[in-house]
């Protein structure tokens, strides 16, 4: 069984994240927690508003919350009825990337998915605030599922690398159990820049293609081109479905992901993307 962590603020975009996932895991059983977190009131000084009045508002909006998670999960199951998957509801005064933290740890969650609105305002923003944060801080895989984007099964999955990923990651098996269960076609993607890959990149890049043998798999080269220029370039020339990246603690996706201002047509992605956390991450 999966136990899949879905962050909620009731939003279209939200749900919109929330319908990718049940989609996308309609063959596994699974154990979906839907969370949503209020945020801290921060009240000023006013003897109109004492400790009571404060406690008072907290609890409405924690019944308010409740019942918008029973909703929600009624939502959801009568729109997809599977018998396969269950459903949980948690809401928390917190703040929402420290109390899934402790979701993660405590309910032993396999994986976050999550939408992002992307950029607000400043179109140039990769991914939502949140979502960065979550990226960073959880110990589990995120998936973030682009706003309106509508459901299609993952039959190309593009994978850059550089082939410094270590072998024992945990979470590598979630890919390929999404290339089993969809009959996914994976592209691996290494950026060559003259220099060729080291004796423990060949090792690496032999363990994936063992790893991968049971899944149609292509390994490709872009040369002399940056990284997220090839994957630009890539997804030009081919219809990908899902962008999987390893969050190595000094590779490429720490270089691009945390930049605050990114070139859009370069770096921004309208497929979901899923984002492996490294062995030193987990």
Do not use: W
Request: proline letters at 4%; hydrophobic letters at 40%; glycine letters at 2%.
């Amino acid at each position: 069984m999966k136990r899949i962590l879905l962050p909620t603020d009731f939003s279209k975009n939200a749900y919109n994240a929330i319908e990718y996932a049940v989609q996308l895991f309609e063959q596994e059983a699974c154990e979906f927690s839907l969370l949503h977190t209020y945020s801290p009131l921060i009240v000023p000084a006013h003897p109109v508003l004492d400790s009571y009045s404060v406690l008072k508002m907290q609890k409405m909006a924690q019944e308010n919350a409740e019942k918008n998670l029973e909703d929600l999960v009624d939502k959801i199951t009568n729109r997809f009825n599977n018998q396969k998957h269950s459903f949980q509801t948690h809401a928390s005064f917190n703040l929402l990337t420290e109390e899934m933290k402790n979701c993660v740890q405590e309910k032993s969650i396999d994986l976050v998915v999550m939408g992002t609105q992307g950029a607000t305002g400043a179109k140039e923003i990769f991914l939502g605030t949140e979502t960065m944060d979550a990226i960073k801080k959880m110990k589990c895989p995120v998936l973030a599922v682009p706003e309106g984007f509508t459901y299609e099964n993952p039959r190309e999955i593009l994978f850059p690398t550089d082939f410094e990923l270590d072998t024992s990651n945990k979470y590598l098996s979630l890919l390929r159990y999404i290339c089993e269960t969809h009959g996914s076609r994976i592209h691996m993607l290494n950026a060559y820049y003259g220099n060729p890959l080291s004796v423990s990149q060949e090792e690496r890049k032999q363990f994936l293609d063992n790893f991968f043998i049971e899944n149609v798999h292509l390994f490709h080269i872009a040369e002399n081109t940056e990284v997220i220029a090839a994957i630009e370039q890539f997804q030009l020339k081919h219809k990908i479905n899902l962008l999987v990246m390893v969050h190595n603690k000094h590779n490429l996706l720490e270089n691009i992901l945390f930049r605050p201002i990114i070139n859009q047509v370069a770096y921004h992605t309208h497929v979901p993307f899923l984002v492996i956390p490294s062995v030193e991450r987990q």
